[in-house]
């Protein structure tokens, strides 16, 4: 072992330290640095490795000097003070000698990590390796080849191969330099097909042979199995075809051998589709009963599952095929339920796990090519790809909450909670308990163990809080915390519980209003409006009308089960005249309302279809006024006087006046000029 000298205690002679102590061959004795609090003195002292200022009393104990302060004033100093016998070597030099001996040390690992690999890949083989150098001694002899020749490896690997192992034709092939290929051995217990082939090298000279050998004796045992199976298919086939009840026969592989008149009937699926194919070919829904039956050689009975292209619903009882004790295959009698069954509808999950809802939607599923709507798009996109707080303002049935799941699914918390909570469907002290949960004996009839919260269940996720504008003071104030500390503290808790929450918010409240009429805690608010996004409302984006209503007549196609088109242009011309105060929830409405006046024979929907006259004084069509105007007129018109009346009040300024009429500046300039307002 060499004992090692470390001069210097700064990045260098650290590196060197820390390289040196990974090394079995080497011992670091010490190491010397005028600094104290230089970085390799600490990590010796770490190592229990002796440190000091000089480096005099250390020569005689040491094989090697290793300089790494750099300074050739050092090197000097140590090179005439050191004694014959110890070498002198700088840093640069230690850190080279030092990689290449890392390097080396590498490659010898790798190398003989490799070869591990190599030789168990070999031996976890199922076909037999042996192969021979030029001189015919055996060099390779895998698990394989041991299990099949009865013969260890230690017996035979350095030993001539024609001597030790007889009936090996190694030896000829190394003579010929022919490979012989397919051959069919008898080793007496075992049959074998093998194949021996000559390595050469890059001169193409004869350097040695290798076999590569196989037992072949199942492979006759098996044909003699499928002649029985055969038998045994020939004899179900006349009582299988007889019956009404689908059955269905495969083997021990699972793989379909026979199937029954009746189970084409009920399954629409034919032999070409099912002879030679894995079981489960024909479920629709759930797991094969075959394969269970052949790994557990029980039958089972009365499993529900649908099957076929149409799905059927189906009841199986599947049973294992024995001859002599021995598994051939498995049996299965289908039961068409699909006619007869009852079934229960299960509750809303979102019901059930109190509003909490896995984010369905992204920002594919969001439809519009408006400029207003394509920035608040752009603008959610961005918000997603940060942890900041969202703010979500529109009127009603914009799509909010489409947007809130589209965030949450495009950001980093995708693979979290996604909750939602409707602030304005709670009273304010069940409110308090959903958002922040209740220890055991907080009120009469709290849970036993208390709850949690949504704050804590969505903890790594996503909390949507729509319709906050309606959230009551108190509860106000315990958000804003929350928000702030990112703690909660449980109804009637004292102990604050960290929670690591994204807020989406959500509202068609005037927010600016509501804090002027002491309804809206101005706090809350600007932690609110960190990214604030206005959805245009439907009369502001009439362009997006027509890609809504397709998309609906889409959605509605597959929910009714019709083939309706799309909508002619007369039917669009009438969407696009109404103002739709409902927004999209609305289109929504409209469309699914005139699919189902659509006739059977009918595969476009057109005026007649919509539903005009239910409408009251939402209509689509209303009749005209004595004045003559439309509703649209009549709805431009009180919009234009009141946009005109905020403005004279502000003076003009843009700014306030979008303030005051609860919309984003943007909006307020393309009113200005779809109405006509001088600015």
């Known amino acids: 072992m060499v004992r090692v000298l470390l001069v210097g205690g700064g990045k260098g002679g650290t590196a060197l330290l820390r390289a040196f102590h990974s090394m079995e061959a080497v011992r670091v004795v010490a190491v010397v640095d005028l600094d104290p609090g230089a970085p390799a003195l600490g990590l010796a002292r770490e190592w229990g490795i002796e440190t000091a200022a000089d480096y ?91 299990r099949l020749t009865g013969l260890h490896a230690a017996e035979v690997l350095g030993t001539e191969a024609k001597t030790t192992i007889p009936n090996s034709r190694l030896h000829i092939v190394l003579q010929t330099g022919q490979a012989e290929l397919n051959q069919l051995q008898d080793l007496g217990r075992v049959k074998i097909i093998t194949n ?6 890059e001169d193409g000279r004869v350097v040695g042979a290798v076999a590569v050998f196989r037992d072949v004796t199942e492979l006759f045992g098996l044909a003699e199995e499928v002649t029985n199976l055969r038998e045994i298919q020939s004899l ?14 495969v083997d021990r592989e699972g793989k379909g051998i026979l199937i029954n008149p009746a189970y084409t009937r009920l399954t629409g699926l034919g032999p070409d589709d099912v002879i030679g194919k894995p ?78 809802l896995e984010a369905k939607y992204t920002f594919e599923d969001i439809i519009g090519h408006s400029p207003s709507f394509v920035s ?43 909750i939602r909570v409707n602030c304005a469907a709670f009273s304010e002290s069940l409110l308090e308990s959903e958002l922040f949960g209740y220890e055991e004996g907080a009120f009469t009839g709290a849970k036993r163990g208390g709850k949690k919260g949504v704050f804590e269940e969505a903890s790594g996720g996503t909390l949507f809080l729509d319709e906050i504008g309606e959230l009551p003071l108190p509860t106000q104030a315990k958000i804003l915390r929350a928000i702030q500390e990112k703690e909660i503290v449980r109804v009637g808790g004292s102990r604050a519980i960290p929670v690591d929450v994204r807020i989406i918010a959500a509202t ?24 604030p996004i206005v959805l245009p409302p439907l009369r502001e984006r009439q362009e997006d009308i027509e890609p809504l209503a397709r998309q609906f007549v889409r959605k509605f196609n597959q929910d009714f089960g019709r083939q309706v088109e799309g909508l002619t242009p007369r039917a669009i011309a009438r969407l696009e005249e109404y103002s739709w105060p409902g927004n999209v929830r609305e289109l929504e409405n409209v469309i699914g309302r005139a699919m189902i006046r659509v006739g059977y024979t009918d595969t476009w929907i057109d005026t007649v279809h919509l539903p005009l006259s239910d409408l009251g004084a939402g209509q689509i069509n ?44 943007r909006n307020l300039y393309y009113k200005l000029e779809k109405l006509g307002i001088d600015p």
Do not use: W
Request: glycine share 6%.
């Open 508 to 531: 068609h409240v005037n927010l600016e209003k509501a804090i002027q009429e002491g309804r809206f805690r101005q706090d809350l608010y600007y932690r609110l409006n960190v990214m």
């Open 622 to 665: 209303p009749e005209e006024p004595e004045d003559e105007r439309t509703l649209e007129d009549v709805v431009n018109a009180a919009e234009k006087a009141h946009i005109q009346r905020v403005l004279d009040k502000v003076n003009g300024n843009k700014t306030e006046a979008a303030r005051r009429l609860g919309i984003s500046v």
């Open 376 to 418: 608040a798009v752009h603008l959610a996109r961005s918000a997603a790809q940060t942890p900041a707080t969202v703010l979500l303002r529109g009127e009603s049935g914009t799509g909010k909450e489409l947007f809130a799941h589209a965030i949450h699914n495009e950001s980093a918390r995708r693979y979290h909670q996604f």
């Open 236 to 249: 179900l086939e006349a009582i299988i075809n007889a019956t009404q009840d689908a059955i269905s026969v």
């Open 279 to 356: 079981a489960t070919v024909d479920i629709a829904e759930g797991e094969s009963m075959h394969y269970q039956v052949l790994q557990t050689r029980r039958a089972v009975k009365g499993v529900p599952m649908k099957v076929g292209p149409a799905r059927r619903e189906v009841i199986v009882n599947c049973a294992p095929i024995l001859v002599d004790g021995e598994l051939k295959g498995s049996v299965g009698v289908i039961h068409d339920i699909s006619e007869i069954q009852q079934l229960t509808e299960e509750l809303d999950r979102a019901k059930r796990l109190i509003r909490k």
């Open 56 to 146: 005099r009393p250390y020569f005689r104990g040491v094989d090697v000097v290793i300089e790494a302060t750099g300074d050739v004033g050092v090197y000097r100093e140590i090179d005439s003070a050191r004694p014959p016998g110890v070498t002198l070597v700088p840093g640069p030099v230690a850190e080279l000698l030092m990689t290449l001996l890392q390097e080396k040390e590498q490659l010898i690992h790798r190398l003989s990590r490799q070869r591990r690999e190599l030789d168990a890949i070999l031996n976890s083989t199922h076909d037999a390796m042996m192969a021979v150098d030029q001189a015919g001694c055996i060099t390779l002899f895998n698990a394989a080849a041991q």
């Open 196 to 201: 021996r082939m000559p390595v050469r090298d």
